[in-house]
């Protein structure tokens, strides 16, 4: 029962503290104004705008994601080491496993928390739809319940800030995903004239799934940057955090492509001169063990899928969320390893 309050006051405490930072209310904002953009600037594609705002729009949500992860594990870990409160948990029977995978969980709620307004704000635009011609109706019911979700998330939050000291940040990234979804749901059930229509035939199943799987590759991120925060500083950890990522994402084009070309060599070769090991062999294994410690962004990323109007099969994402675990707890363990020999004295 220690464990479990310690982890859970830690976690909470990191969660509270996330939402407060500043920089949570500055990317929550650029992403909330990028995705509104992206559906104007759509409409200047010669073949299918709705398809080039579904890309923007969710690659929007996914980049201010990760680099928010980026900064929030810093902000929680690395400045608490350099401020040596650290020494306030650790110098208590609190385990480091105990504290690193309580500010994970902590910056990882916080940071689906923030990213959820964006998401939000991205899958009602989608409902509304890009303006391709000036003949289109704009869709007044999704203009309606978003400006109100936004009007009753800043003065709420603005209310609670001037009258009973609460963070504005905290609030508008606990309020805006909530009452953002909440505009999505009724926007689905009338159309550009206000008459009801079948909501089943608006909703996109695909796209909240695309999401949630874009979720589980920041929770991956999120434990990465808190594997790095464990020993480098700010700067260190959004580069190398980032450069992971961009790693991750063309880790077919890497390793795979490389993998194929070898194996298909090797067997070739082997057929005809018989199995030998060589140099070749050497650096089939090299991309193999980089291409399985490396973590595949790639296979969360299902946007050409939904875009090509193709069901993503059950199968696939029960591959996947293991995967995700899988890469997570990895990252967990090395942030573990990293922090039980650092000084924080």
């Excluded at 070769?269 to 790639?298: C, E, T, V």
Aim: a neutral charge.
């Amino acid at each position: 029962m220690a464990f479990i309050e310690q982890f859970l006051a830690i976690a909470r405490n990191t969660f509270f503290e996330c939402v407060r930072q500043p920089i949570s209310l500055v990317i929550l904002v650029v992403s909330v104004l990028l995705v509104l953009m992206s559906n104007p600037l759509s409409a200047f594609t010669m073949s299918d705008d709705q398809r080039m705002f579904v890309d923007i729009g969710l690659s929007t949500v996914f980049m201010s994601g990760a680099i928010l992860a980026a900064f929030l594990a810093t902000a929680v870990v690395d400045q608490e080491i350099s401020n040596r409160t650290v020494l306030m948990v650790v110098s208590k029977p609190v385990a480091r496993m105990t504290f690193v995978i309580g500010k994970y969980i902590g910056v990882t709620a916080a940071l689906i928390a923030t990213t959820a307004v964006p998401a939000m704000a991205f899958l009602l635009v989608e409902v509304h739809g890009v303006m391709q011609t000036a003949a289109t109706h704009v869709r007044w019911p999704c203009v309606v319940f978003g400006v109100t979700a936004v009007v009753l998330t800043i003065g709420t939050a603005t209310w609670c800030n001037f009258f009973y000291g609460k963070s504005f940040a905290a609030i508008t990234a606990l309020l805006g995903g909530p009452l953002l979804l909440v505009a999505y749901v009724l926007s689905l059930f009338f159309d550009w004239d206000w008459s009801m229509i079948d909501a089943s035939k608006e909703f996109r199943a695909d796209l909240i799934i695309s999401i949630l799987l874009m979720f589980l590759s920041l929770g991956i991120i999120s434990a990465i940057a808190v594997a790095i925060s464990t020993r480098l500083g700010q700067v260190l950890t959004i580069g190398i955090t980032l450069a992971t990522l961009v790693l991750g994402l063309l880790s077919d084009w890497i390793f795979a492509r490389k993998i194929q070309t070898l194996e298909q060599l090797i067997a070739v070769r082997d057929a005809a001169l018989g199995s030998a090991f060589d140099m070749d062999h050497l650096a089939l294994w090299a991309y193999k063990i980089g291409y399985a410690a490396l973590p595949n962004f790639q296979v969360f990323w299902v946007v050409d899928a939904v875009n090509q109007e193709q069901k993503i099969p059950f199968d696939y994402i029960v591959l996947v969320v293991p995967y995700a675990a899988l890469m997570t707890v990895a990252a967990l363990a090395l942030a573990t390893a990293l922090f039980q020999r650092r000084e924080v004295g």
